[in-house]
């Protein structure tokens, strides 16, 4: 396995398009985060699924952006509606059920978005 | 809510020399866990090391190891011989407490630089 995969590695679009993102997380890993990164900041958390469930969501996660992970495999981020201030670093993280908040979360490269 | 803060935005080191990075935080659960996340230039974060807030004893992974002092909210990493490789963003975080001990609170990062 080659672990946390993200795709695109950057996308830059206008402002008001919709962006969808995607993470492969590591394969036998039940949960799967959302973070956001910007410049200058550490990354803050979005969201988290635990198999194919969505448990939480951040406030920072307005209505343009939903999140799903079909079968608990897969993860896609959409942004609608995109606006400037949206441009950040989207970064994906996985880690087991086992083992609770020790576990190691496992990050991807991440998702650079541009909105002009 | 839990806070992170990394005072030192930037620093720096000669190569094979020591440095140590500092984080305090903000919590009223008695036992949690504490993370150092290394991240590269262009790269994916990854997990440095995790000190477990019930032991005494100081985690250390080969040239890094924490002081974590309980009583005053205070983990900080120490890297020993420092290598041109160890410079990257280091970002403190710490888990959420009860039932939200899945997402990660980051601090703002320390960008260390190792010179040669």
């Known amino acids: 396995d080659t672990g946390v995969s993200q795709n695109p590695r950057h996308k830059i679009t206008k402002r008001g398009q919709n962006v969808t993102f995607r993470c492969d997380p590591i394969?036998?890993?039940?949960?799967l985060y959302w973070y956001r990164q910007t410049l200058g900041q550490g990354p803050e958390f979005l969201t988290y699924f635990q198999n194919e469930a969505q448990l939480e969501k951040s406030r920072l996660l307005s209505d343009r952006f939903s999140a799903e992970r079909p079968k608990g495999s897969f993860s896609t981020l959409e942004i609608q509606r995109t606006e400037q201030g949206d441009s950040a670093m989207y970064l994906c993280a996985s880690s087991t059920l086992a083992g609770g908040p020790r576990s190691e979360q496992y990050f991807g490269p991440g998702t650079r978005l541009t909105v002009t | 809510a839990q806070t992170v803060t990394q005072s030192q935005p930037e620093m720096s080191v000669q190569e094979a020399e020591t440095v140590t990075l500092s984080c305090t935080y903000d919590?009223?659960?008695?036992?949690?866990?504490l993370f150092w996340y290394k991240q590269p230039p262009s790269r994916q974060m990854i997990l440095v090391i995790r000190q477990e807030a019930y032991k005494q004893q100081n985690a250390t992974e080969n040239r890094f190891s924490v002081n974590f002092q309980k009583a005053a909210k205070s983990f900080s990493l120490k890297i020993s011989d420092s290598q041109l490789g160890d410079t990257a963003m280091y970002f403190c975080a710490f888990p959420g407490s009860g039932g939200s001990n899945y997402k990660l609170t980051f601090g703002k990062g320390t960008l260390l630089t190792v010179n040669p």
């Open positions: 919590t009223s659960e008695n036992n949690y866990y």
């Open positions: 394969s036998e890993h039940n949960r």
